[in-house]
């Protein structure tokens, strides 16, 4: 157990409570608690599958987390004593070094002795206790009594020590039942699983039972229950392997009810009557419940006591606040009660709930008529309230005679308000109310209301809430968020503010200094002469200036240069100094950035050599430069392994087990590689870590409490299986950080010989494939193995989580798409590298952006809670995936925004945490709401900046309408092709009309050139038109015609079939442009960028105009419709000449 973590600010938080509850009960003569009478408090626990509860075991799991078999507790006045095995006293070694606190006696602990059955040990612990005040009155836990010679021997030894004993079960049970915060979050998850389990699973299958009229005993049912628990399909957002039953499920029906949670469920089949259904699920030993009453064709005087069991827990829950007494808010129930139905008394419950937490049920704590304890901020209450023996006339059958109904829940108590409902599962009538229908019924309702759709079967179950309340799942989504938004500003700002007072202080680099003193400078040669000198042990260059020699530190140069010109040598040296352009983490800190720098030296020296010298003077030039550069080099990787280093945090040292039987992985890859190239190795679990070996015998260890997630990806549609290890903190290994480390193996040949001729029926292949389907199954099955070996081993501290491959989405995290796969904490990639992934309980809210239909993509934003972390973008998910999306991160209770913008994400965060308490002031990040106020005036505003940014003139307005209902014409035939068949048939023209259009174009064409040409095109898109629109209403045309005033003047004595023609072209060229224009304030893409600018003028206008042809705003559509009417008349003008 050493390797087990134990909350050590929990257990002195803890422990402190009870020591200070103790002083204050002997401090008080008054008190009627009986920790006041006790000298020292003693518990002894041994192992026993049969005991579920204790009060015992509920103190340790209190204390400690976790419960200790075999382990006696000694709380005396001057220590905390602890009898357990080794491993066990390991574990609690953790407390002992904790930190000193001065108002809480020292912890002593003592390891069993199995030599002499811990006699010596026992007297230990009875001279502490005779230490103890007057050391004589123990404060036991009278219920608990363990079997087992451990526990015996203790018994024993008590007894001829002769102490007096006093039960403390109900002082403890009062001191931990206000629960802690993290206590509700846990129990609140208990209540979740209790709600899902009743809801997904046995409510459902109750219903089926009852439409296919299937005969199931009430024991199976409760065991489906007992396998629900567990299941994933059921139960989300929980650790499933914590999870328990609080006791048996109890399901009764036909005239047998027990409403106690003692009662077993019988083997006798379910009756379709009053079904009651109670469970509790029980989460890292914390407590829920929840109890309700099916109703099969409930009589109106069962709904009326059904409903009045309703108000009265309603009343209770109401009365249970803070401060109030137990027995007055039974009285209160009792009260109403009478009131409502005093002939129902007598079948209440003798109680109305108690409170639960680690327990189950605290006795002690009831509410009843005889408590006189007052409940408390925190305290969690199971409430339950029924009644019993009720007595059904209408009842046909004998098991229906009799019936009981009983509602039960969860309740948390508050200050000044109604206790909060935890287990939240409707139970009004119209929720669990079954009404059946027989065929005789439905003959009579076809007989009344023949178009009414055969009923199915013999039975017809029909739940009133799934036909009348049943919301669409996008409205109860937006419910939800709206919940989530404000939760979220609430605890956003509220964390903050925490954070706000432990800010880090920035780090401040040293600065490097050459010599501390003069007599560390270097005597040689080189600097006598006033030569160049570099003192590679000092990592310093010293420069002859004006005639000294002066050290510079290797990090003050920036770069040398040397070049050559005619007889001479140059050495250009620069320096770092303020003002100077700086990489990052380039030069040091400039203490004083007001005092003279050099900012550049350059030398100069012959390359001739004079008679007598060895070498010319450049050679010293020379020198100095290969020397400085190699230096540099040098300084520079060590600074960056520095700074790699600088912010690690400094691991345990892994305790290697010398067992045999450590889970092991062998012919594993590791990613990132260790070298560059690729090595494989083996993987072995220890006593607190993994540790990697490498075929070369590299070594990388991985520790169990710096793992932040484990994740097992099988090969399902994979070419590769792995195990991927997220750190809290980065580990070193091949000379970088890594927060990220994979193993995994490859299955089957990643590549394909294409040379190879591919037949279906190939044994070769056929071979392969199957040798390959082999592989998986085996490598699935080791890894699997391995996984649930290191969980055991770990007791769940390391627990593998694996992908949903089929609620995965695709996305691009980094350069390429890939499949981004949900688990139960976590969105991940981890086939491609690097690696994608982002723990939920990190992540503050998500936000997509570039969400419009016309695109095909739409990008997501993780907002983290730590506003100083960079936000994580998903580009390129597909538009079809949002609701997928959506529903994944709202069923993960996470807050999810949307826009249609991209944010510049670095300025946003930036703003925010320059100013947090503004922030959220001013809304927090209700700014991103699509119905945000903020973002609605500035899409107006930005609109009118576009739509007032281009106004053509005359003469370029003219050309664009000409093109623009050339574009707009095309398109209107294109879409209105499929539609032109019915248009025909109701539309067409007649004989005689047909005739007379023939024999006009046979004079026209009589009168040839460009005229004819051009008429014969204006009379084609006319044509198309006239059979669109011929069947709209004639007040258009009209209405259209009039509009065009001077020709229908100017034409008034001309025939009718003639004006009317007239009155259709001109009708249709003006239905075109508006038509043409609607399409493009439509976004039709096919329009010219011109024709997009042109329309933006008309998008509100004739966005109005559905269907109705009214009267077009666009003045380049009025003067073509009357150019073009003009045109019309002439023509036929001259054609009647």
């Not at 570099?534 to 140069?557: C, Q």
């Not at 960056?640 to 010398?658: F, M, W």
């Not at 106020?933 to 107006?940: F, S, T, Y």
């Not at 015609?1041 to 060229?1069: E, F, L, V, Y």
Request: proline content about 3%; aromatic content about 8%.
């Amino acid at each position: 157990m050493s390797n087990i973590s134990l909350d050590k600010d929990t257990f002195y938080r803890r422990i402190k409570r009870l020591y200070a509850a103790w002083k204050a009960a002997a401090a008080d003569p008054k008190a009627d608690d009986t920790l006041a009478k006790v000298d020292c408090l003693v518990s002894c626990v041994g192992v026993d599958e049969d005991t579920l509860y204790s009060k015992s075991t509920a103190l340790q799991t209190w204390l400690f987390g976790y419960e200790l078999p075999d382990t006696i507790t000694v709380l005396t006045e001057h220590s905390m004593c602890f009898l357990a095995s080794k491993k066990k006293i390991e574990f609690l070694r953790q407390i002992e070094n904790g930190k000193e606190e001065s108002d809480l006696p020292p912890v002593k602990l003592l390891i069993r002795d199995r030599n002499d059955k811990d006699k010596e040990n026992f007297n230990k612990l009875i001279q502490e206790i005779k230490k103890s005040k007057s050391g004589k009155t123990l404060g036991v836990f009278a219920k608990d009594n363990y079997p087992g010679e451990f526990c015996e021997s203790w018994k024993n030894t008590m007894k001829s020590e002769k102490f007096e004993n006093v039960d403390v079960s109900s002082s403890i049970a009062l001191l931990i039942a206000p629960k802690e915060d993290s206590e509700i979050i846990t129990v609140k998850k208990a209540c979740l699983v209790t709600v899902d389990v009743f809801t997904k699973y046995l409510k459902d299958q109750i219903m089926e039972i009852i439409d296919s009229d299937k005969k199931v005993k009430h024991s199976k049912l409760a065991e489906g229950v007992e396998a629900a628990i567990s299941d994933k399909k059921y139960v989300t957002g929980v650790d499933t392997s914590q999870v328990d039953m609080c006791y048996p499920p109890i399901i009764q029906s036909g005239g047998n009810y027990s409403l106690k949670f003692s009662a077993v469920s019988d083997k006798n089949h379910l009756h379709f009557g009053a079904i009651i259904c109670s469970l509790g699920a029980r989460y890292k030993s914390y407590c829920s419940n929840i109890v309700r009453t099916l109703l099969v064709n409930p009589t109106d005087e069962v709904q009326s006591n059904y409903n009045f069991l309703l108000n009265l827990e309603e009343e209770v829950m109401k009365r249970l606040v803070s401060g109030a007494k137990l027995s007055a808010v039974y009285e209160a129930g009792l009260e109403l009660a009478k009131k409502e139905k005093p002939d129902l008394v007598e079948n209440l419950t003798k109680t109305f709930g108690f409170a639960m937490g680690i327990e189950f049920r605290e006795s002690s704590i009831v509410i009843g008529p005889k408590t006189s304890i007052v409940a408390k901020k925190g305290m969690v209450f199971n409430i339950n309230i029924g009644l019993a023996n009720l007595t059904n006339s209408a009842a046909t059958e004998k098991e229906g005679k009799t019936y009981a109904l009983f509602i039960g829940d969860t309740v948390l108590v508050n200050d000044e308000q109604p206790a909060s409902l935890l287990t939240q599962s409707k139970k009004k009538i119209k929720n669990i109310g079954i009404f059946l229908k027989d065929d005789d019924e439905e003959e009579e309702e076809e007989k009344e209301n023949k178009t009414e759709i055969l009923g199915r079967g013999k039975r017809t179950a029909v739940i009133e809430s799934k036909l009348r309340t049943e919301h669409s799942s996008e409205e109860k989504r937006k419910e939800h968020q709206k919940e989530l938004a404000i939760a979220l500003n609430e605890k956003a700002k509220e964390r903050l503010a925490k954070q706000s007072s432990n800010k880090d202080s920035e780090k401040v680099r040293k600065n490097t200094v050459s010599y501390k003193s003069v007599s560390q400078m270097p005597r040689e040669n080189e600097v006598k002469e006033l030569k160049l000198y570099v003192d590679r042990k000092y990592e310093t260059v010293i420069l002859p200036i004006f005639g000294v020699p002066v050290p510079f530190h290797i990090s003050t140069i920036k770069n040398i240069s040397q070049s050559v010109e005619g007889d001479y040598t140059y050495l250009r040296i620069n320096f770092f100094h303020p003002g100077a352009t700086m990489g990052k983490n380039e030069g040091g800190n400039n203490q004083q950035p007001d005092a003279t720098f050099v900012k550049e030296v350059t030398y100069r020296s012959t390359n001739t050599k004079e008679p007598g010298e060895i070498s010319p003077p450049s050679a010293n030039l020379n020198t100095g430069f290969r020397l400085i550069k190699e230096v540099q080099k040098k300084f520079k990787t060590r600074e960056a392994e520095e700074r790699e280093k600088e912010d690690l945090v400094k691991q345990d040292t892994l305790i290697l087990s010398q067992s045999k039987g450590n889970p092991k992985l062998k012919d594993l890859y590791i990613r990132p590689n260790i070298v560059t190239k690729r090595m494989s190795g083996s993987l072995e679990a220890h006593s607190n870590g993994f540790r990697f070996t490498s075929v070369r015998g590299d070594k990388v260890d991985i520790l169990y409490n710096n793992i932040k997630n484990a994740f097992f990806q099988p090969c399902d549609g994979e070419m590769i299986i792995l195990l991927h290890f997220h750190l809290k903190h980065a580990i070193m290994f091949g000379k970088k950080k890594h927060v990220d480390v994979q193993f995994y193996t490859e299955v089957g040949e990643i590549t394909t010989d294409l040379g190879k001729h591919q037949h279906m029926h190939d044994r070769d292949d056929l071979a392969a494939e199957q040798s390959e389907r082999e592989l998986r199954h085996k490598l699935k099955q080791a890894f699997k193995s391995f996984c649930e070996r290191v969980e055991n081993s770990t007791k769940q501290e390391v627990e593998f989580d694996t992908p949903f491959r089929e609620l995965g989405f695709p996305g691009a995290p980094y350069r390429s798409t890939v499949l981004l796969q949900p688990t139960s904490g976590a969105l991940v990639n981890l086939t491609e590298w690097p690696p994608f992934v982002i723990a939920l309980e990190d992540v503050e809210l998500v936000h997509f952006e570039r969400v419009q239909f016309h695109l095909k993509n739409f990008d997501m934003v993780f907002v983290f809670k730590d506003y100083a972390k960079k936000v994580a973008m998903v580009n390129a998910v597909p538009m079809n995936m949002l609701d997928h999306v959506k529903e994944w991160l709202n069923s993960c209770d996470i807050r999810y925004s949307e826009g249609i913008q991209s944010l510049n994400w670095t300025k946003v965060m930036k703003t925010i945490t320059d100013d947090i308490e503004g922030f959220f002031d001013n809304g927090g990040w209700s700014f991103l709401d699509p119905e945000s106020d903020a973002e609605n005036e500035q899409q107006e505003e930005d609109s009118e900046e576009e739509d007032d940014a281009y106004e053509p003139t005359d003469a370029e307005s003219e050309e664009e309408s000409e093109d623009d209902s050339e574009y707009d014409s095309e398109a209107s035939d294109a879409s209105d092709g499929d539609s032109e068949d019915e248009d025909d048939e109701e539309s067409g023209k007649d004989w005689s009309d047909l005739e007379r259009e023939a024999a006009e174009e046979d004079k026209e064409r009589a009168m040839g050139g460009d005229d004819y040409e051009r008429k014969r095109k204006a009379g084609h898109r006319d044509f198309h038109d006239n059979k669109k629109h011929k069947s709209s209403s004639h007040k258009s045309s009209s209405h259209k015609s009039s509009s065009h005033k001077s020709p229908s003047k100017h034409n008034s004595s001309s025939s009718p079939s003639k004006n009317r023609d007239k009155h259709k072209s001109s009708h249709s060229r003006d239905n075109k442009s508006s038509h043409g224009d609607r399409k493009s304030s439509h976004g039709d893409r096919k329009s010219s960028h011109n024709d997009r600018k042109s329309s933006h003028n008309d998008r509100d206008k004739h966005s109005k105009s559905n269907g109705d042809h009214k009267k077009s705003s666009n003045d380049k559509s009025h003067k073509r419709s009357r150019d073009d009417s003009r045109e019309h008349e002439r023509s036929s003008k001259k054609s009647k000449k």
